[in-house]
């Protein structure tokens, strides 16, 4: 179970303090007496509360799964290995990724650096079990994107994020000195063809400018690039796609399986991502 060689890189979620393996290795447990088990499926849960309404549930998480196997995002994994491999040196050994999902992404750094091991938290219990799937390195661990991140002060040397919550001054804190993060957010015309052809969610505006602000000044852009190409799915990807996103708390099964059979066979989308490299300021 690789989420107990990551434990010493953990914090208590309701006291802050270090968390340990229990005697019997099924729990850990900080030296305030907070326990949390250990689940049989690999994952940590240091969540304590209901999963919230967005949670990604256990469709979602398959047809996300299904959609990155086949490799429709695979020039996007290769992008995020690239700039993580771009400042040369010691690669970093201690890796998070903030709404890991199913692990593809944080699978792929792992598999370039055979000495690091890896976090991965996501609020969906789902995700978190697919996660501690995905590779032998990666701890998967349930817990809120949007709130204090249940990781030790400094522990982190390249935070990884893609489409999913940021919290800046959550990602500061537990870089370490020189430490990275990786973001991968939506341009507008990211799957453009299939959010006006079948009547999708909108990505709004100024994604960039906004996730400057938010940060608050905890850390600063280093760099910023735009990966943009053409992508063909027939329509088992496309509901698959659109399964596996935010569309999906909004649109029952049988109405996007509909939306789908009323698409071309072959249905040509535009994948297009703005990868940004960031640094602490601290």
Request: no cysteine; glycine share 16%.
């Given at each position: 179970m690789a989420v107990r060689d990551v434990i010493d890189l953990l914090a208590c979620p309701q006291c802050r303090q270090p968390l340990a393996l229990t005697d019997d290795g099924r729990s850990v447990r900080c030296a305030s007496g907070h326990v949390f088990d250990l689940a049989r499926q690999g994952y940590l849960n240091l969540s304590r509360r209901a999963a919230p309404r967005n949670a990604d549930t256990t469709t979602m998480v398959a047809a996300r799964d299904r959609f990155l196997t086949a490799g429709h995002?695979?020039?996007?994994?290769?992008?995020?290995?690239?700039?993580?491999?771009?400042?040369?040196?010691?690669?970093?050994?201690?890796?998070?990724?903030?709404?890991?999902?199913?692990g593809y992404y944080l699978a792929r750094l792992l598999d370039a650096r055979p000495a690091a091991r890896g976090i991965g938290l996501d609020v969906s219990v789902a995700a978190a079990r697919r996660a501690a799937r995905a590779h032998a390195r990666i701890g998967s661990v349930v817990a809120d994107a949007w709130g204090v991140l249940p990781v030790a002060d400094d522990a982190i040397d390249l935070v990884l994020n893609v489409f999913a919550p940021r919290h800046g001054a959550e990602f500061a804190r537990v870089l370490a000195p020189a430490g990275l993060v990786i973001t991968a957010t939506p341009e507008q015309d990211h799957l453009a063809e299939l959010r006006s052809g079948l009547g999708l969610l909108h990505i709004a505006s100024s994604k960039q400018e906004q996730l400057q602000a938010a940060w608050g000044g905890a850390l600063v852009q280093e760099s910023s690039e735009t990966l943009r190409y053409g992508c063909d799915l027939d329509r088992a990807a496309a509901q698959d796609l659109i399964q596996m996103g935010p569309n999906a708390f909004h649109l029952e099964a049988p109405r996007i399986a509909e939306l789908v059979a009323s698409a071309p066979e072959v249905l040509p989308v535009t994948v297009a991502v703005t990868l940004t490299r960031w640094r602490s300021t601290a």
């Open positions: 995002y695979r020039p996007l994994a290769d992008g995020l290995s690239e700039l993580a491999e771009r400042d040369g040196g010691s690669p970093a050994s201690r890796l998070l990724d903030v709404g890991i999902g199913t």
